[in-house]
């Protein structure tokens, strides 16, 4: 088991013990568990903060008591900051500065460059170690410098307000895109269910669907095609079946045809024949 416990605190230096674990990492600060206990407790320090972390014993391949190189560099490091006097200059604070940053503590490299940035403004190594860069002659942080270039902070970066404009353009236009896609697929599959269907599955309805056809009238059954009133009726006289054809020919298929609404209806006939009409537009 390994886990830790953060103590907030200051950064004073702490006994330098060496752990060895198994896993091949070499961890540094100061054992505060006694010889022999179940777990190893190992307080370690970094940007102010303390951390106590615990590992099991059989993690554990030995531990080195005493003070470690980078400490001991640390410490040099401290010791030779506290003899610059105030005449020290911008050269000599980065001197230190860079000690710092081959150590990897960048805590103090900062510090440090901070030192050295106090004497020297436009010292462009620390202040880039300071994280600023320079727009128009003037050392800034990068989102004081996007604002200053006229850029907007825009999904957790900064872009200019024309890109900015550009990408919810075409987001726009890439939804409108899809669901037009989107139509179109709905529309196409139930144009190829209706193609698949049986001619009779879709009877005249109000839903704007018709199935013109020809209809006969002959004497004793009426003026329309059994089965079908009200459907448009063409007439013809006894016995005159243009073409010899016959009420029952398959009529086309059915298509689309939007409804007005109006409906118009007329009949009429003579002494040997009879005629209806019936339109709904």
Known sequence: MIAAALVVGCSAALSADEVYLKD?????GEVVSPPGATFLDLKVSA?????V??????????VTYGKSARQ???????????????????????RLAERAKAMGD???????????????????????VLGMVRFRGVWMRPGEAATARGDVLFRGGFISWAERERTLADEVKRHQDLEIARKERADQRR???????????????DLGYSRPYR???WPGYGNSYPGYPGYPVVVYPVGGFPGGGF?????????????SGLSVNASGGGSNSAWSFSWNP
Do not use: C, I
Request: no cysteine; aromatic share 8%.
């Open 24 to 28: 091949g990492r070499v961890l540094e």
């Open 47 to 51: 940007a102010g903060m303390v951390a």
């Open 53 to 62: 972390q615990h590992f099991d014993q059989d993690k554990v391949t030995r």
């Open 72 to 94: 001991r560099d640390t410490e040099t490091l401290l010791a030779d900051r506290a003899k610059l006097g105030p005449e020290a200059d911008a050269a000599a604070w980065w």
């Open 106 to 128: 960048q805590v103090l490299a900062r510090d440090l460059a901070n030192e050295t940035v106090a004497r020297d403004r436009d010292h462009e190594e620390a202040r880039r």
């Open 191 to 205: 144009a190829d269910a209706v193609a698949r269907a049986p001619a009779d599955l879709y009877p005249e309805t």
């Open 215 to 217: 209809s006969y009238y």
């Open 247 to 259: 009420p029952g020919t398959p009529r086309p298929p059915l298509y689309p045809h939007p409804r």
